[in-house]
């Protein structure tokens, strides 16, 4: 199978969405709860690290990634299972070090592929390339 792996762009762009929209749930809870603010930081760390976590494993794509029409895949074109999913989203801490590096990997036509996504054996393409082949559930 041929996947187009998804751009940096598509991906920072994926990224902002969903962390405008945890900032606004964690906005909600402090603003309910009034919690400390490292309590509501490791709230905020919690909620980001569960929601990738799941919204991979369950659905293959955060909701700012299926806007932008990109899914997170096994390199065997599989479903990610929770382990998998667990493993790249950890593996986001290494890729910020050093300097974003791991993020920044992506720019080289050749990878499109981050140090987090590699951790965990994922791929993370663009299903909205109509002559791409996608992953059939």
Known sequence: MSYKKASFWKRLIGC????????IVSTLIQAVFSLSDIVE???????????NILMDHYF???LGKRILKLKVIKTDGTTPDVLSSFYRNFGKNISILPLGYGYFRILAPHQRQTIHDQLANCLVIDTGDKNTEILRQ
């Open 41 to 51: 930081y490791w709230i905020y760390f919690l909620i980001f690290f569960a929601y």
């Open 16 to 23: 902002l969405i969903d962390t405008v929209l945890l900032t």
């Open 60 to 62: 293959q794509a955060t």
